[in-house]
């Protein structure tokens, strides 16, 4: 069934849960920053986490679909299975830093799958890389603008210092190389 604004109602299900999902995200990566004096990656991810939040926020703004987390303090959640989840990996993830970091890795290991290559919506939760067809259980989400942060170091940005992303892609060796942070 396709609403007034010309989604589906499935879809409109999808990016509601997608709202809270990305919420509980932020909301736990904060939650353990502030436990962990703002250890990384967890105060680096709560940025990018509110980014994806906001832009699934704008989105349901824009098709008039109820905001799930309206009203809602962090850390409660609309959905129960979510809810749920929070709960369980906040109180995992306060029995040690090393704990909090397996608990991150399960996060983000829950509904993502990386795929190298490029890629093209194929349809309602469907995404064609090369031959591969990938079909998303709940909702397909572009997470761009993602960026490496630099520590603020005098002269670092003009150095034109490598990130993840350089490192990645690169065909040759340096003759030098200087690992800063690498967390």
Same mark, same amino acid.
């Given at each position: *069934?396709?609403?007034?604004?010309?989604?589906?109602?499935?879809?409109?299900?999808?990016?509601?849960?997608?709202? %809270?999902?990305?919420?509980?995200?932020?909301?736990? !990566?904060?939650?353990?920053?502030?436990? $962990?004096?703002?250890?990384? @990656?967890?105060?680096? /991810?709560?940025?990018?986490?509110?980014?994806?939040? %906001?832009?699934? #926020?704008?989105?349901? +703004?824009? !098709?008039? /679909? &109820?905001? @799930?987390?309206?009203?809602?303090?962090?850390?409660? $959640?609309?959905?129960?299975?979510?809810? +749920?989840? !929070?709960?369980?990996?906040?109180?995992?993830?306060?029995?040690?830093?090393?704990?909090? !970091?397996?608990?991150?890795?399960?996060?983000?290991?829950?509904? /993502?799958?990386?795929?190298?290559?490029? #890629?093209?919506? %194929?349809?309602?939760?469907?995404?064609? *890389?090369?031959?591969?067809?990938?079909?998303?259980?709940? &909702?397909?989400?572009?997470?761009?603008?993602?960026?490496?942060?630099? @520590?603020?170091?005098?002269?670092?940005?003009?150095?034109?210092?490598?990130?993840?992303?350089?490192?990645?892609?690169? +065909?040759? *060796? @340096?003759?030098?190389?200087?690992?800063?942070?690498?967390?």
């Amino acid at each position: *069934v396709v609403g007034s604004a010309g989604i589906s109602d499935q879809v409109r299900a999808d990016l509601a849960f997608a709202r %809270d999902e990305e919420r509980v995200a932020r909301d736990l !990566y904060r939650a353990l920053a502030d436990k $962990y004096n703002n250890a990384r @990656p967890f105060s680096n /991810i709560v940025n990018s986490e509110s980014r994806h939040f %906001d832009a699934v #926020g704008v989105l349901l +703004k824009r !098709y008039g /679909i &109820a905001d @799930p987390s309206a009203g809602k303090a962090a850390g409660s $959640y609309a959905n129960a299975e979510l809810q +749920k989840l !929070y709960d369980q990996w906040l109180a995992q993830g306060s029995a040690s830093l090393a704990a909090a !970091y397996r608990v991150g890795v399960e996060l983000e290991q829950r509904d /993502i799958a990386l795929v190298r290559g490029r #890629g093209a919506i %194929d349809g309602e939760r469907r995404v064609r *890389v090369g031959d591969e067809v990938l079909v998303a259980r709940r &909702a397909v989400m572009v997470a761009g603008g993602s960026t490496a942060a630099l @520590p603020p170091i005098t002269g670092l940005a003009d150095a034109r210092p490598w990130t993840n992303r350089e490192a990645t892609v690169t +065909k040759t *060796v @340096p003759d030098r190389l200087l690992v800063l942070g690498g967390g």
